[in-house]
């Protein structure tokens, strides 16, 4: 089975700090993802990759940036946290190998910012 | 990318079958029609694909019209166990956006 890790579930950090999310898939998968997800607002797409090195935007990247120096690593980083950004933060990865359309997702980490 | 409109919650009995429609008016040639569930506290997940037609797996049904601008979700006599949001998202493979969902819940 895919296993999609995330490192902390729950999280608490002060205004100003800087914040690592890390996510870890042990399938391969050349794509992975970041979410987060708030009341009323579904799941909104804020970066993603679809290989090493690589990163794309999603809807909300602003405050946000992030990390892949390894296929099985996608870091999430807000550089200084806000209280805006306390939520929930969601990991996926997926391939297209096989032809679906599929991505597994993590635990989550429900971030506080005070 | 295409927009899905779904209904904000529904609800239901157990040994009930729910249909929960998708309507998706500007999806593209290339975009397939997947569908998620979520629990709370957990990450959504893979419930069912399909580009046309219909496509039936071990948990869902899923119909497609030949315009392909709305999609259904069959649950078939759902339980307790099914109460959890729905989501519909219309894309290629390697970007998907998530609406709000549909919040299913089953009542005893």
């Known amino acids: 089975d895919v296993k999609v890790t995330q490192s902390s579930r729950y999280l608490v950090k002060r205004t100003g700090e800087k914040v690592f999310l890390e996510c870890v898939q042990d399938m391969d998968h050349e794509n992975m993802f970041w979410y987060r997800q708030d009341p009323g607002l579904g799941l909104r797409l804020i970066y993603f990759s679809y290989d090493v090195k690589m990163k794309e935007k999603g809807d909300i990247p602003e405050g946000y940036s992030v990390s892949r120096e390894k296929k099985e690593r996608f870091s999430l980083i807000l550089e200084s946290a806000s209280t805006n950004q306390t939520s929930m933060y969601l990991c996926a990865s997926s391939s297209l190998a096989g032809g679906r359309n599929e991505q597994f997702f993590g635990p989550g980490t429900r971030l506080t910012v005070l | 990318l295409a927009k899905t409109t779904q209904p904000i919650s529904m609800d239901s009995y157990e040994g009930q079958e729910v249909n929960i429609t998708c309507s998706h008016n500007n999806i593209a040639t290339n975009d397939y029609i997947t569908w998620y569930q979520q629990f709370p506290s957990q990450g959504p997940r893979f419930i069912i694909q399909g580009y046309k037609t219909k496509v039936t797996n071990e948990v869902a049904s899923l119909f497609i019209p030949a315009d392909r601008k709305s999609s259904t979700l069959s649950l078939p006599r759902v339980s307790l166990s099914d109460t959890a949001v729905y989501y519909c998202?219309?894309?290629?493979?390697?970007?998907?956006?998530f609406g709000t969902g549909t919040r299913l819940q089953v009542f005893p």
């Open positions: 998202l219309v894309g290629e493979p390697d970007k998907l956006i």
